[in-house]
T-cell receptor, first 121, second 116 residues
């Protein structure tokens, strides 16, 4: 079946430009995550949505970063006034919701898209 | 806070030999643990997870991992490596405590090179 898709796959921006990165999660997945992966490093968490609600944005590095998921499916990560340090691969992931009841909890794995490689000149 | 350490930047192994990729973690409570693999210009692919139950977890492509609570480790293993296993491997953790949030914390990755 269809996996997580992201567009564009590559983006080159001049310093100071605004960019918008799109993520289409797997149909029916409630949870959506954005991660930033710098060259040679592991992904780092940016933000998390459950349906249309942004429940955690603790990883956003500055107020130039903004994410939305208005209808609970497609999400957009926007970076305003891009800087060279924003150059990275931006990964989107989706998952079925976990559950928590009776003191027991579970957690479903996240499925990742191919990423958008952003280069800021 | 939660964290993951992958002490080896690269692991070299001959095809047909056993492969081990090391991972240790730190969480304040109990962990959910994951292994992902990344091929060039592609996103992360899920290999396996430990949620609860048996400490030995079997996953995709013949990989398995053993959860060791006393050593806070979750090493990835494959009995007989293939050249096609050459890739970048990431270990990730999430604290089971609901208050910790849903984010995964990843290690820095280990590059595996399997030589024919």
């Amino acid at each position: 079946g269809a996996g997580v898709s992201q567009s564009p796959r590559y983006k080159v921006a001049k310093r100071g430009q605004d960019v918008a990165l799109r993520c289409d999660p797997i149909s029916g997945h409630v949870s959506l995550f954005w991660y930033q992966q710098a060259l040679g490093q592991g992904p780092e968490f940016l933000t998390y949505f459950q349906n249309e609600a942004q429940l955690d944005k603790s990883g956003l590095p500055s107020d130039r970063f903004f994410a939305e998921r208005p209808e609970g499916s497609v999400s957009t990560l926007k970076i305003q006034r891009t800087q060279q340090e924003d150059s990275a691969v931006y990964l989107c992931a989706s998952s079925l919701a976990g559950w928590y009841r009776g003191g027991q909890s579970s957690y479903n794995e996240q499925f990742f898209g191919p990423g958008t490689r952003l280069t800021v000149l | 806070a939660q964290s993951v350490a992958q002490p080896e930047d690269q692991v070299n192994v001959a095809e047909g030999n056993p492969l081990t990729v090391k991972c240790t973690y730190s969480v304040s409570g109990n962990p959910y643990l994951f292994w992902y693999v990344q091929y060039p210009n592609r996103g992360l692919q899920f290999l396996l997870k430990y949620i609860t139950g048996d400490n030995l977890v079997k996953g995709s492509y013949g990989f398995e991992a053993e959860f060791n609570k006393s050593q806070t480790s979750f090493h990835l293993k494959k009995p007989s490596a293939l050249v096609s296993d050459s890739a970048l491997y990431f270990c990730a953790v999430r604290d089971k405590d609901k208050a910790a949030g849903n984010k995964l914390t990843f290690g820095g990755g280990t590059r595996v090179l399997v030589k024919p």
